[in-house]
């Protein structure tokens, strides 16, 4: 099994809809993460979590919203889809610390298009 | 502030060429760098780290890359090109002084020529 696990895979949805993509994590960090992939410009970041009562936003935030409901779930919202929103989306988890223990670890993605 | 420069998007050399993927980064205060690897459908993969130890860092399938502060470049090299080897390669740099968030390039995909 992984140890980073995203669900749904693949979504398709409507303008206007809410959607939620989930993430769990069995490598028992505390770090969470939230990016979003598009073509020619990397993964750019959303929102991260450092614990459960520590959220915060990364560099494109606006239209997204979080959850971090425990240590191993952190789920990602959009309450009002966009077709601007189409995009290949990673949750990624880390360990506290620096040096070799500053890895992230990334989920397979979900495949988001908005319709 | 943090950032990462790879250039060349696209990247196409022969099997068993050396393969050379660029990366310079920006930091006001001494990184880490990073390496990660996505083949077609997957997730991200590290490929290989450097944290302030041997500035020569070696990899996974025989991929090596080389910090050079002086030139702060990170370039990711490996001798002979495998098919197996065609993906998206991203560098990133992180920083204490940032929670050690990650700021990721814009990737390149390198093509394996047979």
């Known amino acids: 099994d992984a140890d980073v696990t995203q669900t749904p895979r693949n979504r398709i949805t409507k303008t206007g809809k809410r959607i939620m993509l989930e993430c769990s994590q069995t490598k028992g960090h505390d770090r969470m993460y939230w990016y979003r992939q598009d073509p020619g410009l990397g993964l750019r970041l959303i929102y991260y979590?450092?614990?459960?009562?520590?959220?915060n936003k990364g560099e494109i935030s606006d239209g997204y919203s979080v959850s971090r409901q425990a240590q191993a779930k952190f789920s990602l919202s959009l309450e009002s889809a966009i077709p601007n929103q189409t995009a290949l989306y990673f949750c990624a988890t880390s360990d506290t610390g620096t040096g070799s223990r500053n890895i992230q670890y990334f989920g397979a993605g979900t495949r988001l298009s908005v319709l | 502030a943090q950032s990462v420069t790879q250039l060349g998007s696209h990247v196409s050399v022969s099997e068993g060429a050396l393969v050379l993927l660029r990366c310079n980064y920006s930091s006001s205060v001494p990184p880490y760098l990073f390496w990660y690897v996505q083949y077609p459908n997957q997730g991200l993969q590290l490929l290989l780290k450097?944290?302030?130890?041997?500035?020569l860092v070696k990899g996974i399938n025989g991929f090596e890359a080389e910090f050079k502060k002086s030139e702060t470049s990170f370039h990711l090299t490996k001798p002979s090109a495998h098919m197996s080897d065609a993906a998206e390669y991203f560098c990133?740099?992180?920083?204490?002084?940032?929670?050690?968030?990650?700021?990721f390039g814009t990737g390149t995909s390198l093509t394996v020529i047979p």
């Open positions: 990133a740099v992180s920083v204490a002084n940032t929670g050690n968030q990650f700021y």
């Open positions: 979590s450092f614990d459960v009562k520590d959220i």
């Open positions: 450097y944290t302030s130890a041997a500035t």
